[in-house]
């Protein structure tokens, strides 16, 4: 049993008091927090002058979006996801191993060791190209909850077309794959994966419940009561969602899937921009999670999610960075950021998301999506722990050394990251693979996607007005649920001279 000890560090826990300690890891967990420890260990780290915290946690991305990073500046989300996801080569398994490695390197130099990764092979190499994503993570020595990403319906009938009827319905010119076909596929990679390696765990990923059919999602449910796994899904990102919702379901999607019994604390729901009281109540009553991407909600107009409410009503949330192609970037220190100032611009003072808070959601949010022992530094936790320092680190008293993280660091006082344990990132670099080799292999992918830009640009340019005339019909539309920021609506109103303000 490998054993590590880490002296001298100032411990930044959330519970406990910020005081110097030495911290005793044998295997891959916590055994000891004590003012002083004299036992010997395999290896030793003097940490003076560091502070030592948990791991952040990433509790939604895709960690193949690198090689859309950027684009579709300026689209919503139905246009974009046209614009971006669609028109080039599918990935091949080695595409997918290197660019979840960069994933993961990137990650971890900012701090942050864990990621639930919803994934998407292409089917005809599905056990190849999803083997070769979770390899990834095990290599790079990173933790991951990867959600393999389904859904059998093309993604123009799962927009709410009947808002325009007169308008024929384009397609994503390929035949979506049968659900059957989408489950056999799901339980051979939980046959595979399922505690292999205790870090790197599979879930089950519907898309979204609009994206797949009844026979799909009941089995993707059925899969994670069998094997006792996560389900990961997108729940109403988007307004347009919850109009396509009521036509596919007549309801709510969070009150199908209520109906159903699908609702448990193994269900994370990325987003959840549009969630109405009732879908919250139904969420906090059966422990079902939703995961907050407030970056990507914003580049891609998706709306502003009412963190105040899903709070009062003792939803569990945790935090996601989304895709590198919708933030444009995996940095969580980011995400915690905007997470602790954005919710200061609507309610009541008094419920304002305080630094605190939003680094609570990702840590120990997180760990509740992750359905691992991870987020703080005691005794029996899983030793994923980052260690900060350098000439811009002051140590300060507790409160201000946590406000001064959430809205100051970028990931650049990152010095030494332990993940299961394990020093997997030592001066800021790799202790277990060639950073430099990596780099230039991801660079190669990333310019040869290059050449199917044109191609992507002329698969939304025949596509693109469709999505406008019913992206337009979704704003011109009165009901539906009430939103924090409703995109689409003007600034000012009809004859006023003065800006009105947007919230409050």
Same mark, same amino acid.
């Given at each position: 049993?490998?054993?590590?000890?880490?002296?001298?560090?100032?411990?930044?826990?959330?519970?406990?008091?910020?005081?110097?300690?030495?911290?005793?890891?044998?295997?891959?967990?916590?055994?000891?927090?004590?003012?002083?420890?004299?036992?010997?260990?395999?290896?030793?780290?003097?940490?003076?002058?560091?502070?030592?915290?948990?791991?952040?946690?990433?509790?939604?991305?895709?960690?193949?979006?690198?090689?859309?990073?950027?684009?579709?500046?300026?689209?919503?989300?139905?246009?974009?996801? =046209?614009?971006?996801?669609? /028109?080039?080569?599918? $990935?091949?398994?080695? *595409?997918?191993?290197? %660019?979840?490695?960069?994933? #993961? +390197?990137?990650?971890?130099?900012?701090?942050?060791?864990?990621?639930?990764?919803?994934?998407?092979?292409?089917?005809?190499?599905?056990?190849?190209?999803?083997?070769?994503?979770?390899?990834?993570?095990?290599?790079?020595?990173?933790?991951?909850?990867?959600?393999?990403?389904?859904?059998?319906?093309?993604?123009?009938?799962?927009?709410?077309?009947?808002?325009?009827?007169?308008?024929?319905?384009?397609?994503?010119?390929?035949?979506?794959?049968?659900?059957?076909?989408?489950?056999?596929?799901?339980?051979?990679?939980?046959?595979?994966?399922?505690?292999?390696?205790?870090? =790197?765990?599979?879930?089950? /990923?519907?898309?979204? $419940?609009?994206?797949? *059919?009844?026979?799909? %999602?009941?089995?993707?449910? #059925? +899969?994670?009561?069998?094997?006792?796994?996560?389900?990961?899904?997108?729940?109403?990102?988007?307004?347009?969602?919850?109009?396509?919702?009521?036509?596919?379901?007549?309801?709510?999607?969070?009150?199908?899937?209520?109906?159903?019994?699908?609702?448990?604390?193994?269900?994370?729901?990325?987003?959840?921009?549009?969630?109405?009281?009732?879908?919250?109540?139904?969420?906090?009553?059966?422990?079902?999670?939703?995961?907050?991407?407030?970056?990507?909600?914003?580049?891609?107009?998706?709306?502003?999610?009412?963190?105040?409410?899903?709070?009062?009503?003792?939803?569990?949330?945790?935090?996601?960075?989304? /895709?590198?192609?919708?933030?444009?970037?995996?940095?969580?220190?980011?995400?915690?950021?905007?997470?602790?100032?954005?919710?200061?611009?609507?309610?009541?003072?008094?419920?304002?998301?305080?630094?605190?808070?939003?680094?609570?959601?990702?840590?120990?949010?997180?760990?509740?999506?992750?359905?691992?022992?991870?987020?703080?530094?005691?005794?029996?936790?899983?030793?994923?722990?980052?260690?900060?320092?350098?000439?811009?680190?002051?140590?300060?008293?507790?409160?201000?050394?946590?406000?001064?993280?959430?809205?100051?660091?970028?990931?650049?006082?990152?010095?030494?990251?332990?993940?299961?344990?394990?020093?997997?990132?030592?001066?800021?670099?790799?202790?277990?693979?060639?950073?430099?080799?990596?780099?230039?292999?991801?660079?190669?992918?990333?310019?040869?996607?290059?050449?199917?830009?044109?191609?992507?640009?002329?698969?939304?340019?025949?596509?693109?007005?469709?999505?406008?005339?019913?992206?337009?019909?979704?704003?011109?539309?009165?009901?539906?649920?009430?939103?924090?920021?409703?995109?689409?609506?003007?600034?000012?109103?009809?004859?006023?001279?003065?800006?009105?303000?947007?919230?409050?």
């Amino acid at each position: 049993m490998a054993s590590l000890l880490i002296r001298h560090a100032h411990v930044l826990d959330l519970d406990l008091p910020f005081e110097r300690a030495d911290v005793l890891i044998e295997d891959s967990r916590i055994v000891q927090v004590a003012a002083r420890l004299d036992v010997p260990a395999d290896r030793s780290i003097d940490a003076t002058g560091k502070v030592l915290m948990p791991g952040l946690v990433n509790a939604h991305s895709h960690s193949s979006q690198i090689l859309e990073r950027g684009y579709g500046d300026g689209l919503p989300l139905d246009a974009w996801i =046209v614009a971006a996801l669609n /028109g080039g080569p599918p $990935p091949d398994p080695r *595409t997918l191993y290197a %660019l979840a490695a960069w994933s #993961a +390197l990137t990650q971890l130099k900012t701090g942050c060791t864990a990621v639930l990764d919803h994934a998407r092979a292409p089917f005809e190499t599905v056990d190849a190209g999803m083997d070769a994503l979770m390899q990834a993570y095990v290599d790079m020595g990173f933790r991951a909850a990867v959600a393999m990403s389904m859904g059998d319906l093309d993604f123009f009938q799962t927009l709410p077309h009947g808002l325009v009827p007169e308008l024929p319905v384009p397609s994503m010119d390929r035949v979506p794959v049968a659900a059957d076909a989408l489950l056999s596929a799901a339980t051979r990679f939980l046959e595979r994966w399922k505690n292999k390696v205790e870090r =790197v765990q599979p879930f089950v /990923g519907p898309s979204a $419940p609009q994206r797949c *059919t009844d026979e799909l %999602l009941s089995g993707c449910f #059925a +899969l994670a009561e069998t094997y006792d796994v996560g389900v990961h899904s997108h729940v109403l990102e988007a307004r347009s969602q919850w109009f396509a919702c009521q036509e596919r379901f007549g309801m709510s999607p969070v009150v199908y899937l209520d109906n159903q019994g699908w609702l448990s604390d193994r269900l994370s729901c990325a987003h959840g921009v549009w969630l109405s009281e009732d879908d919250l109540r139904r969420l906090a009553g059966t422990g079902a999670a939703v995961v907050h991407n407030p970056v990507s909600n914003l580049r891609l107009a998706s709306g502003i999610a009412n963190l105040q409410r899903l709070l009062a009503t003792g939803t569990t949330v945790a935090l996601g960075a989304d /895709g590198a192609a919708s933030n444009d970037n995996q940095n969580m220190w980011e995400v915690v950021k905007l997470t602790g100032i954005l919710h200061r611009v609507y309610g009541q003072r008094s419920d304002w998301v305080s630094a605190e808070t939003a680094l609570r959601l990702c840590l120990q949010g997180g760990a509740r999506v992750m359905r691992q022992a991870i987020g703080a530094i005691k005794p029996g936790y899983q030793a994923d722990l980052v260690l900060l320092g350098g000439a811009d680190l002051f140590l300060r008293p507790k409160d201000l050394m946590i406000n001064s993280l959430v809205l100051g660091e970028l990931g650049g006082s990152v010095e030494t990251v332990v993940v299961a344990g394990e020093v997997v990132l030592e001066h800021g670099r790799s202790t277990r693979i060639d950073e430099d080799r990596l780099a230039r292999e991801v660079q190669a992918i990333v310019h040869a996607s290059l050449e199917h830009v044109t191609t992507r640009q002329d698969f939304l340019d025949e596509r693109y007005p469709y999505v406008e005339r019913l992206l337009s019909a979704v704003e011109a539309r009165q009901d539906g649920p009430p939103g924090v920021l409703v995109p689409g609506q003007p600034l000012l109103a009809a004859g006023a001279n003065k800006p009105q303000a947007v919230l409050g």
